[in-house]
C-alpha cells in the first residue's frame, strides 16, 4: 500500500519487512478489509520472493478469504476450523520447526535468522514463514479450546519464540483481540476501520488522527499514527475479482518457481494422508497415510454396525489405522471407544467375565462383568450409537480360554462393534480355536481385510514428500524408485529407509541420493542388519513345511510348492490369493541368513 507522510508533503511505499518486527496484528470491523489485507500481503510477499525463501500458511477461520492463497508456490496449506486434524497437524509441525531452528543457530552460534540467512549459502538458507491467520477471534474461541487448549499453547510459542528463528505470525480478526494477552507480544499493529473508537486512546490513537471518511482500506499504524491505503491487487474490486486477481498471479508464479527443488519448497499438510510431518520409525506414533481407503471401509462397516478383521503381516501399519480410526470415531461424537491392546495373560483367562473385565475396566469390579457389559452395549445400539471395541494383537488370544473367545462374538450380537487386528496366521489360529467350543460360530460374521502394500504412486509420493518436509531432495523418477525395487512399497520399510537416506544426508552424505551400492548398503544396515528381531518374527510365524520351501531357491519364492508348504504360506500371509507376496526385503533377509536358518531348521 501507501502511506501518508503529510509533515514531509510525501508518500511512500508501505512495507512490512520481514527482518523487522517479528509479528503482525491487524485490528478491524468486519467489511473494514482485514481479509483483503491478508490476501494483498501474501501477493506482494509471493511476487517479491522466491517460493525457496518465504513459504506461506494460512488458517482461514473466517469467510473463506484465505483459500485463494493455496494456489500459491509459496503455500503449503490454507487450513479452515472444520479441518481440526489438519489444523492440528499445521501447528505441530511450526512447533516443531521453531525448535529445529533454534538448534540450528544454537549449533551455528547466530543470534538470528537474519545473520544465519547472510552467512548462509543460498542452498542452506532457511525460508521465512508467514502465518496468516483470518478470523483470529474465532480461533481463540473454538480450535484454542482443542486438545485441552494445546494449539492455543501452540500459538504462545509461535508468538514468543518463532520471530527470532523467521516464523512470522500475521493475525486479523475484530478489536476483541487487543485484549488478548498475547496481543502485547506484537510490537506492530494495523488498526482498521471500527466503530468502537473508544479503545483506540489506549493505543495511543486520539481522535484527531483518526481520518475523515474512515473507510474500508484505510488503516492506522498504531505505533506512529500513520495512515496507510491498502492496495488491491489487479482486478475487479469485489472478493471475487481479488480471488481471480491471485489466481491468475499464481499461475505466473508457478511456472516462474518450477525449477525450485521440491525440499525448498513449503512442506505440505495435505487433505489426504500421503504426506507425513517426518518418518515415524519404531514409536509407534505415525498416521495411517495412504489407508483412506482401508478408514473409509471401516467406518462403513461401523454405521452397519458389521463386524471386522484387519489382518497383515507386522509393521503395516494395523496398529496405526486403529489410532486413526479412534480419533475419527471420537471426532465424530461417538462416546465409548474402547482401545485395547490383548494383554499376554499372566494367569488363565478361561470365563466371559474376565476377558469382559480386560476389555472394559470400568465393568471389572461388577459381579457379573460379562452380563453387565452385554447390557451396556445393548443400551448404545438402541441409541444409534454402538460401543467400539477395537482389539489389537488379537494373536493373543489363543492363550485365553475358547469359550471366553466365543463369547465375543454374543458381544458383537448384542450391538458391540469389534475390530480385531492381526497377521493373517494370528486370525486364522484364533478362530479354530474359538470353534474348539461346542457350538461356536465365532468369525463367521467377520468381515475380513487383509492390508497389503501401497500402489507405487502412493508410496513415491510419501517417500519424495515427507523427505521434501525436512529438507531432502529425493528424485522420485531415480533414488524414489531405486528404493523401491529394494523394499517394494510397504508403508515401515519405506519409512526406515526414508529416515535413513534423511539423516545420512542431512550428515553430508549424498551418496544414497546417487550410487545404487551406496543405497543398497543403507537398506542391509538399517533394515536387514537394524530391524532383523522383525524378520525372525515373520519367520518364526510360518509353518516347518513353508520355511523348507523358502530355503529351496536363495532369496526367491520358490517354483513348486507341496500342499503343506502352500497352505503353511498362506497362512503366514506370503501367499495371497496364490500369488507371492512383494516383498522383497524379506526375501534378501532369508538369503542373506540362509546357512543360519538352515542349520535351525535341521
Not at 469467510?63 to 494456489?71: N, P, S, T
Not at 463386524?307 to 461417538?334: F, N, T
Not at 468369525?443 to 509420493?461: E, F, H, I, K
Not at 510397504?490 to 549424498?510: C, E, H, M, N, T
Request: proline share 5%; aromatic share 6%; hydrophobic share 45%.
Amino acid at each position: 500500500g501507501l502511506e501518508d507522510l503529510p509533515a514531509e508533503q510525501a508518500c511512500r511505499p508501505a512495507v512490512f519487512d520481514l527482518a523487522g518486527p517479528a509479528h503482525l496484528l491487524i485490528v478491524g470491523d468486519q467489511g473494514s478489509g482485514r481479509s483483503q489485507f491478508l490476501r494483498t500481503l501474501a501477493a506482494a510477499t509471493a511476487r517479491q520472493y522466491g517460493s525457496a525463501d518465504v513459504h506461506l500458511y494460512g488458517i482461514d477461520c473466517g469467510d473463506g478469504a484465505l483459500q485463494a492463497l493455496a494456489g500459491l508456490p509459496h503455500c503449503g496449506a490454507v487450513v479452515t476450523p472444520e479441518e481440526t486434524t489438519r489444523t492440528v497437524r499445521l501447528l505441530n509441525r511450526l512447533t516443531a520447526d521453531v525448535r529445529r531452528r533454534q538448534e540450528i543457530l544454537a549449533k551455528t552460534g547466530f543470534a538470528s535468522l537474519a545473520e544465519h540467512r547472510r552467512a548462509a549459502g543460498s542452498e542452506a538458507q532457511l525460508p521465512h514463514v508467514m502465518l496468516l491467520i483470518d478470523g483470529c477471534e474465532h480461533f481463540t474461541a473454538t480450535l484454542g479450546q482443542i486438545q485441552d487448549g494445546r494449539l492455543a499453547e501452540q500459538l504462545a510459542v509461535l508468538l514468543n519464540e518463532g520471530g527470532r528463528v523467521g516464523i512470522h505470525l500475521i493475525l486479523a480478526g475484530n478489536q476483541g483481540l487487543l485484549r488478548e494477552s498475547f496481543a502485547r507480544a506484537i510490537s506492530e499493529k494495523l488498526l482498521l476501520p471500527t466503530a468502537r473508537r473508544d479503545e483506540l486512546q489506549a493505543l495511543g490513537i486520539r481522535p484527531d488522527m483518526v481520518p475523515p471518511g474512515w473507510g474500508p482500506g484505510r488503516a492506522l499504524r498504531a505505533s506512529s499514527g500513520t495512515e496507510v491505503q491498502v492496495a488491491l491487487l489487479d482486478g475487479k474490486p469485489t472478493p471475487a475479482g481479488q480471488d481471480a486477481a491471485l489466481g491468475s498471479l499464481a499461475t505466473v508464479l508457478r511456472d516462474r518457481e518450477a525449477s525450485v527443488p521440491l525440499a525448498q519448497r513449503p512442506f505440505r499438510i495435505e487433505e489426504v494422508l500421503l504426506i507425513a510431518d517426518r518418518f515415524h520409525v519404531g514409536d509407534a506414533q505415525g498416521r495411517a497415510v495412504g489407508r483412506d481407503d482401508v478408514l473409509s471401509w471401516l467406518r462403513d462397516r461401523y454405521a452397519t454396525r458389521g463386524a471386522a478383521a484387519l489382518l497383515g503381516p507386522r509393521r503395516a501399519g494395523k496398529s496405526w489405522i486403529l489410532a486413526e480410526l479412534s480419533r475419527d470415531l471420537r471426532d465424530s461424537g461417538v462416546r465409548s471407544v474402547h482401545e485395547v491392546t490383548i494383554p499376554m495373560p499372566s494367569s488363565p483367562i478361561e470365563t466371559a467375565d474376565a476377558l469382559a473385565a480386560i476389555l472394559d475396566r470400568a465393568v471389572a469390579r461388577r459381579a457379573s462383568p460379562a452380563a453387565v457389559l452385554l447390557n451396556k452395549a445393548r443400551r448404545a445400539a438402541a441409541s444409534a450409537q454402538p460401543v467400539a471395541f477395537l482389539l489389537d494383537e488379537v494373536g493373543r488370544l489363543v492363550k485365553y480360554g475358547p469359550a471366553a473367545v466365543s463369547w465375543l462374538r454374543d458381544l458383537g450380537q448384542a450391538g458391540a462393534w469389534l475390530v480385531y487386528t492381526g497377521t493373517e496366521k494370528d486370525w486364522h489360529m484364533l478362530v479354530r480355536w474359538a470353534l474348539t467350543v461346542p457350538g461356536s460360530s465365532f468369525g463367521n460374521d467377520v468381515n475380513a481385510r487383509v492390508l497389503g502394500p501401497w500402489v507405487q504412486s502412493t508410496a513415491l509420493t510419501f517417500l519424495c514428500g515427507t523427505a521434501a518436509n525436512l529438507g531432502v531432495d529425493i528424485s522420485p523418477a531415480k533414488t524414489g524408485k531405486a528404493v523401491l525395487r529394494l523394499t517394494g512399497a510397504w508403508p515401515f520399510y519405506l519409512q526406515v529407509i526414508g529416515d535413513a537416506v534423511v539423516r545420512a544426508v542431512q550428515g553430508g552424505d549424498v551418496g544414497p541420493l546417487a550410487d545404487q551400492s551406496a543405497l543398497e548398503r543403507l537398506v542391509e544396515q538399517h533394515l536387514l542388519d537394524e530391524w532383523t528381531d522383525h524378520f525372525q518374527g515373520r519367520w518364526a510365524e510360518i509353518g516347518s513345511a513353508g520355511r523348507a520351501a523358502l530355503l529351496t531357491q536363495r532369496g526367491l519364492p520358490p517354483d513348486d510348492l507341496a500342499p503343506a508348504q502352500r497352505e503353511d504360506l498362506r497362512d503366514a500371509g506370503l501367499l495371497p490369493r496364490e500369488q507371492w507376496l512383494a516383498d522383497p526385503p524379506f526375501f534378501a533377509w532369508v538369503a542373506r541368513n540362509e546357512a543360519s536358518l538352515r542349520d535351525r531348521e535341521m
